[in-house]
């Protein structure tokens, strides 16, 4: 059984920074892909950011230079950084977990989903 926390979001201002967190746990192997999605209240899920297993990174152009992705390969952890936040930035943010090698075989994973709201 896999298990994925996330943390970190809240409300900040324009202009401020937010650090997401999403730690996973149980019987994992390896884990190829990890990432973040957001989805805006009417809007359709969108790709924020993802990131492999070697570190190469990949942003959606509303993000590049402004979020950072990062992961942790020892504790299974992936993090974005969010700097000069945006009100369009509002989102549930999801963390995702592609091809992880689980003692149950290969599995795709996704957290419960953070609110990122803000505003002044």
């Known amino acids: 059984q896999v298990q994925l926390v996330e943390s970190g979001g809240g409300l900040v201002q324009p202009g401020g920074s937010l650090r997401l967190s999403c730690a996973a746990s149980?019987?994992?192997?390896?884990?190829?892909?990890m990432g973040w999605y957001r989805q805006a209240s009417g809007k359709e899920r969108e790709l924020v950011a993802t990131i492999t297993s070697g570190g190469s990174s990949n942003y959606a152009d509303s993000v590049k230079g402004r979020f950072t992705i990062s992961r942790d390969n020892v504790k299974n952890a992936v993090f974005l950084q969010m700097d000069s936040l945006k009100p369009e930035d509002t989102a549930v943010y999801y963390c995702t977990l592609d091809r992880v090698l689980t003692g149950m075989g290969w599995r795709n994973y996704w957290g419960q989903g953070t609110q990122v709201t803000v505003s002044s």
């Open positions: 149980g019987s994992i192997y390896s884990i190829d892909v």
